[in-house]
């Protein structure tokens, strides 16, 4: 497939070399947002140019430092056909192989981000990898309680999340919010698309990145109506206000940020409109061969 994107983009930061994967696209449906009326949402995405129904981009992240291979999140695997799942082979265009990652950092235990760490025989695809994600997190997809009680058609995300997580069990670490996930990386609790559901924040030297999970699904969207909440957010108010204070901290500290579900590749800054509500500058791409800029 030579005309094929190649779905790998690199960013610097600092000393910690970022490389988004995308791992697929699915399709979504106005009628899966909350808070804003489907009429505007479709308005929204026309004025934006994007595709009617939606479809949601799904990325997840390569950090490279001191030796290190550590990822973030690794899509959907064998979930959804051929839609998604197309991580792995990103990765193995870099040559990067399976054995090589240390540690995953999960932002939250939903089929999109933590289905690709299983094969299709339930088997680890990172045999030397330790799991960190937060303890809230594990402590509502791992109890069967929390399962008997959730709506029928939310069970299945139960089993999904305990079969994605169940290879590791002997290596998940729990991190708290505002604790280092690693060395340089802190982990920022964002609650209420999950309970759990957590942001990774790196600083190396004078550069900063957030990369802030699931605060927006549909960038045509919640940019302009950060109002705008999911039909599976686990909390929508909780996971609403969140998403309020994120885009207000972010745009206010004019921090670079990346998103799981941003437009491929995923980097950018959001900005405050002057008529309410925000938009997102994507990073624009600049060559990294050295140069008369060096580089
Ligand atoms: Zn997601």
Request: aromatic residues 8%; hydrophobic residues 40%; negative net charge.
């Amino acid at each position: 497939m030579p005309h094929a994107n190649p779905g790998i983009h690199h960013l610097q930061v600092g000393d910690v070399l970022v490389t988004a994967l995308n791992d697929g696209q699915f399709h979504a449906a106005t009628e899966y947002v909350t808070g804003v009326p489907a009429a505007e949402c479709e308005a929204l995405l026309r004025d934006s140019f994007r595709p009617l129904p939606p479809r949601i981009t799904v990325g997840c992240f390569l950090l490279r430092f001191g030796g290190r291979h550590v990822l973030v999140d690794f899509g959907g695997g064998g979930a959804m056909g051929t839609m998604l799942g197309h991580a792995g082979s990103r990765l193995a265009a870099i040559g990067v192989a399976p054995e090589a990652i240390d540690t995953v950092l999960v932002t939250h235990a939903h089929v999109d981000h933590v289905f690709g760490l299983v094969d299709g025989d339930g088997a680890a695809v990172f045999p030397k990898a330790e799991i960190v994600i937060s303890g809230i997190e594990t402590g509502f997809w791992l109890s069967a309680e929390n399962e008997s009680r959730a709506p029928e058609g939310a069970r299945q995300y139960f089993g999904i999340a305990q079969r994605a997580l169940a290879p590791y069990r002997d290596r998940i670490r729990h991190v708290a919010d505002g604790a280092e996930a690693l060395p340089g990386i802190t982990a920022r609790l964002f609650p209420g698309h999950t309970p759990g559901h957590s942001g990774y924040q790196i600083v190396s030297g004078a550069e900063t990145l957030l990369i802030w999970g699931d605060i927006v699904h549909l960038p045509g969207i919640q940019f302009a109506r950060p109002e705008a909440g999911m039909g599976f957010d686990i909390d929508g108010d909780q996971a609403r206000r969140t998403r309020a204070r994120a885009m207000d901290m972010t745009a206010q500290d004019r921090i670079l940020l990346a998103g799981m579900h941003l437009d491929f590749p995923c980097f950018g800054h959001v900005v405050r409109r002057s008529g309410g509500g925000y938009a997102f500058e994507p990073v624009v791409w600049a060559p990294t061969e050295s140069g008369p800029f060096g580089g």
